[in-house]
């Protein structure tokens, strides 16, 4: 985080008054295939990062990170974690002082991993990573000086295919490969620092 702080702060220092901001963020985590919310005991909670590249004018980049898992629990002897990437370009319309609105579509990337007992009684563990799209809107509301909070709801559409896996600690071939929908939808709260403004301006 503090590499990505140094990094933000030297594109902040650029001509032409770009804005930069870094925070932390929080969301609720559910898969659209209602199958998981069995498997996999989902929805969740996922935690991240988040920073914004404002340039003049109406388009602003979102961009971040976050983490997601779930222990085995009640019902369920598994476990699977995956780590999240994003890049949405968003059209942003400041409606009033302090508050602005925005919304557009994005880029997600996930990377993975998965164990638990299938349907068959035999102990699976699988990973692998995947690019997909998403569209997200939401809005930002200035708290106090640069420090701001965002809300955002995202949806994602994302599939990934899986060729191999083991089974009971053997490696084993999937013919044809499996493939799971990994689409989400999301609901995000984070706090944000404004460390640099367009132009000198605000939020």
């Known amino acids: 985080m503090l590499s990505l702080i140094m990094i933000l702060s030297v594109f902040s220092s650029l001509p032409g008054g770009l804005g930069i901001s870094v ?58 974690s995956s780590t999240l990437f994003w890049a949405f370009p968003c059209a942003q319309l400041g409606v009033m002082e302090g508050f602005s609105v925005f919304g557009g579509p994005g880029i997600v990337g996930v990377n993975g991993s998965y164990s638990g007992t299938d349907d068959f009684g035999s102990y699976v563990e699988a990973d692998g990573s995947s690019i997909g799209f998403a569209a997200s809107a939401g809005t930002d509301i200035v708290l106090w000086g640069p420090l701001f909070a965002r809300f955002e709801y995202r949806h994602g559409w994302m599939d990934m295919k899986s060729d191999r896996v083991k089974k009971d600690g053997i490696e084993t071939v999937v013919y044809p490969a499996a493939e799971t929908d990994l689409g989400y939808s999301q609901y995000i709260f984070s706090l944000n620092v404004q460390l640099s403004a367009v132009d000198g301006e605000g939020n």
């Open 23 to 80: 925070g932390t963020s929080v969301s609720s985590f559910a898969p659209v295939e209602s199958e998981y919310n069995r498997r996999f005991l989902t929805p969740g909670v996922s935690y991240g990062f988040a920073a914004s590249l404002d340039a003049p004018g109406p388009l602003v980049f979102h961009l971040g990170g976050e983490y997601f898992s779930k222990k085995a629990s009640s019902g369920w002897d598994g476990e699977i």
